[in-house]
């Protein structure tokens, strides 16, 4: 079956400490999409990427970085300098074009003790 | 001015009802329009693509008004399990750009 996954689904980090979501997809999508929901808010662009190798900033991406190295994968490392990053992760992926509908994963839910 | 804005409601609806929202974009230039679902601590789930002339799904109805920049989604004869939040999305002209609205919560009520 085609999908979209992210892992783990719930993560704990301590202050101070970088931490790498996954995404991982096998709908042969060549763009990819993380984006960040706080309790009660809408979904905000933290990176996209619509081709390996290749990514761009969205509006939250300070604190984040992410790598494009193969097409069925685009990691987001929650970096130190992420000063709030409790939330809840979500990864989408769409066709070329952009004009088909995104597939999203189930999430992932960051918590730092 | 947000690229897309919606109305956070919640908008409380009898059941049975109908309810109607709308979703509005500041770049004339998009190109694709959207409409997801989201329910509680979940991922967002299509819900149905809105066409320049309108489409229609069982008892939910969007709609696209490129001249006033808005999409619209109406729900017949609603459900409780209808309760949740509704997200458009945006794609940019380039095609390269996935952005969403804020959302709006609607509580289906008996």
């Known amino acids: 079956d085609g999908g979209i996954t992210q892992s783990p689904k719930y993560l704990f980090r301590k202050e101070g400490q970088n931490v790498t979501l996954s995404c991982e997809q096998n709908?042969?999508?060549?763009?990819m999409y993380w984006y960040r929901q706080d309790p009660g808010q809408g979904l905000r662009l933290i990176y996209y990427?619509?081709?390996?190798?290749?990514?761009q900033k969205g509006d939250i991406a300070e604190g984040y970085s992410v790598s494009r190295e193969k097409k069925e994968s685009f990691p987001l490392t929650v970096t130190s300098a992420q000063k709030n990053p409790t939330a809840f992760y979500l990864c989408?992926?769409?066709?070329?074009?952009?004009?088909?509908?995104?597939?999203f994963g189930q999430g992932t839910r960051l918590t730092v003790v | 001015r947000k690229e897309v804005e919606q109305d956070p409601g919640p908008f409380n609806v009898p059941e049975g009802a109908t309810v109607a929202f709308n979703c509005t974009y500041s770049?004339?230039?998009?190109?694709?329009f959207f409409w997801y679902r989201q329910d509680c601590r979940k991922e967002p789930k299509l819900l149905m693509s809105?066409?320049?002339s309108g489409n229609e799904d069982g008892r939910f109805t969007a709609q696209l008004n490129r001249a006033s920049q808005y999409i619209s989604l109406l729900i017949r004869d609603s459900k409780l399990s209808d309760s949740a939040t509704y997200l458009c999305?945006?794609?940019?002209?380039?095609?390269?750009?996935?952005?969403f609205g804020g959302g709006t919560r609607v509580l289906v009520k008996p």
């Open positions: 989408a992926s769409n066709t070329p074009s952009g004009v088909t509908e995104a597939f």
């Open positions: 709908l042969n999508h060549d763009a």
């Open positions: 990427s619509q081709i390996v190798n290749d990514f």
């Open positions: 770049n004339s230039a998009s190109q694709s």
């Open positions: 809105v066409y320049s």
């Open positions: 999305v945006v794609i940019s002209a380039a095609g390269n750009k996935l952005t």
